[in-house]
């Protein structure tokens, strides 16, 4: 299958909110999650996972995506937040310029390949922003459905680090592929 044909596949598929509560409640047992001061987070579309309610945690601080025409940068929340790119809500705060060590990066997707590589939206947004920032552990939280034997990517597609669904997880930075 290529790009298009997976989107097409998946357009309009909501993300049922018990695998979403199943996927957050494993991320909230990683290591990584405990271990961050920061949580580069997402405003979840229906077709993503709603990871929303772990905007309370108050012991983390959580930027969100910002795009500004053909670049994605991540803000805090400081003078709210308003309909953007995409109509997804964005920040009102400065670009953050440089991240702590134990920054986590949470990446929504259409779906993911068994390779890891991430199948977004067709902008490349994450794919520029990751290339531009290896050094943050990327985070996919994806339902097993949208867990796609094959797709046809390109070398620019980002690998996750981190792949978490209903019913697993995977680490593949480092160590290799293997459940955690």
């Given at each position: 299958?290529?790009?298009?044909e997976?989107r097409?596949s998946?357009?309009?598929?909501v993300?049922d909110?018990n695998?979403?509560?199943?996927?957050?409640?494993k991320l909230?047992s990683l290591?990584e999650y405990k271990?961050a001061t920061?949580?580069?987070?997402y405003?979840?579309l229906?077709d993503e996972?709603?990871?929303?309610?772990?905007?309370n945690?108050q012991t983390?601080e959580?930027a969100?995506?910002v795009i500004?025409?053909d670049k994605?940068?991540f803000?805090f929340?400081?003078?709210?937040?308003?309909?953007?790119a995409?109509n997804?809500?964005?920040p009102l705060g400065?670009?953050?310029?440089?991240?702590?060590i134990?920054t986590l990066?949470?990446?929504p997707?259409?779906?993911?390949?068994?390779?890891?590589?991430r199948?977004?939206r067709?902008k490349g947004?994450?794919?520029?922003f990751?290339?531009?920032?290896?050094?943050l552990?990327?985070v996919a939280?994806?339902?097993?459905?949208r867990?796609?034997?094959e797709c046809?990517?390109?070398?620019?597609?980002?690998?996750?680090?981190?792949?978490i669904?209903?019913i697993?997880?995977?680490?593949?930075?480092?160590?290799?592929?293997?459940?955690?």
């Open positions: 299958m290529d790009k298009v997976v097409s998946f357009r309009g598929r993300v909110k695998i979403s509560k199943t996927i957050i409640e909230l290591k271990e920061l949580i580069l987070a405003y979840p229906s996972v709603d990871i929303t309610p772990l905007f945690d983390k959580f969100y995506p500004d025409k994605m940068y803000a929340v400081e003078r709210g937040v308003k309909r953007g995409f997804i809500n964005q400065a670009e953050i310029k440089s991240f702590p134990n990066m949470l990446m997707a259409v779906a993911y390949d068994k390779e890891y590589r199948i977004g067709g947004f994450y794919d520029r990751t290339k531009a920032h290896p050094s552990t990327k939280l994806i339902s097993k459905d867990l796609i034997d046809v990517t390109n070398s620019s597609d980002v690998k996750a680090d981190i792949l669904t209903e697993s997880m995977l680490r593949i930075k480092a160590l290799g592929d293997h459940h955690i």
